[in-house]
């Protein structure tokens, strides 16, 4: 069994845990304002500022440097998204919650550690590849964005045909030249990384509860 597959399974039910939340299920039934929505977006924007700093500090890395991908880079993106929610003074209009603020503080952390940054890298990316892919249909129908006009633009990647992209991130996890020890300690904090951000979610959740 390659890594990619031994990755996938040690997370599988980590992964599961994100998806139960209750601010998305809020969120997909159609329950939240515009700007209820914005705070997930915003907790993103800050997020990825981190991930996208550290993917260009390791952009020349002999290993890292196989998880760089320049197309994936979100700031731009969710700053489009964020002035069409929240206006030209969206940047006066938000920051980052408690929870937003650790997973911030782990990825900085751990920046300098070609598998810590492969672990987050694979944790949000993948994930937003995947079933954010729906996640942003949905909010099409809801909200009425649409392509190129902010709102939901952090879900679109140009990358081409989506299958060939995660096989190809599949064989370059298969492809890295790590021990069985370093394989466990790039699980754990993969483990990590989803706890971190399932706990940004339920921070969210707060917002799911008012709108009941």
Same mark, same amino acid.
């Given at each position: 069994?390659?890594?990619?597959?031994?990755?996938?399974?040690?997370?599988?039910?980590?992964?599961?845990?994100?998806?139960?939340?209750?601010?998305?299920?809020?969120?997909?039934?159609?329950?939240?304002?515009?700007?209820?929505?914005?705070?997930?977006?915003?907790?993103?924007?800050?997020?990825?500022?981190?991930?996208?700093?550290?993917?260009?500090?390791?952009?020349?890395?002999?290993? #890292?440097?196989?998880?760089?991908?320049?197309?994936?880079?979100?700031?731009?993106?969710?700053?489009?998204? /964020?002035?069409?929610?929240?206006?030209?003074?969206? #940047?006066?209009?938000?920051?980052?919650?408690?929870?937003?603020?650790?997973?911030?503080?782990?990825?900085?952390?751990?920046?300098?550690?070609?598998?810590?940054?492969?672990?987050?890298?694979?944790?949000?990316? /993948?994930?937003?590849?995947?079933?954010?892919?729906?996640?942003?249909?949905?909010?099409?129908?809801?909200?009425?964005?649409?392509?190129?006009?902010?709102?939901?633009?952090?879900?679109?990647?140009?990358?081409?045909?989506?299958?060939?992209?995660?096989?190809?991130?599949?064989?370059?996890?298969?492809?890295?030249?790590?021990?069985?020890?370093?394989?466990?300690?790039?699980?754990?904090?993969?483990?990590? #990384?989803?706890?971190?951000?399932?706990?940004?979610?339920?921070?969210?959740?707060?917002?799911?509860?008012?709108?009941?």
């Amino acid at each position: 069994m390659g890594f990619s597959e031994v990755l996938r399974a040690a997370t599988w039910g980590d992964h599961g845990s994100a998806e139960d939340d209750g601010y998305l299920k809020s969120l997909m039934s159609g329950r939240l304002s515009p700007e209820a929505y914005g705070e997930m977006v915003a907790q993103h924007y800050f997020a990825y500022l981190a991930l996208d700093g550290a993917a260009r500090t390791l952009a020349d890395h002999p290993v #890292a440097g196989a998880f760089v991908f320049p197309e994936l880079y979100r700031e731009e993106a969710l700053v489009r998204d /964020l002035t069409t929610i929240f206006g030209a003074g969206w #940047a006066d209009r938000i920051e980052p919650s408690k929870p937003t603020r650790t997973l911030v503080a782990r990825i900085n952390q751990v920046a300098d550690w070609p598998g810590g940054y492969i672990a987050h890298h694979y944790t949000r990316y /993948l994930g937003d590849l995947s079933g954010g892919q729906f996640i942003r249909m949905e909010l099409q129908k809801i909200y009425g964005y649409e392509k190129g006009g902010g709102g939901v633009d952090f879900y679109y990647f140009d990358i081409g045909s989506l299958p060939r992209f995660k096989d190809e991130y599949r064989r370059r996890l298969d492809a890295l030249d790590v021990d069985e020890a370093e394989q466990q300690r790039i699980i754990r904090e993969t483990k990590l #990384a989803y706890q971190l951000n399932t706990e940004v979610l339920g921070d969210l959740g707060r917002l799911a509860r008012t709108a009941a």
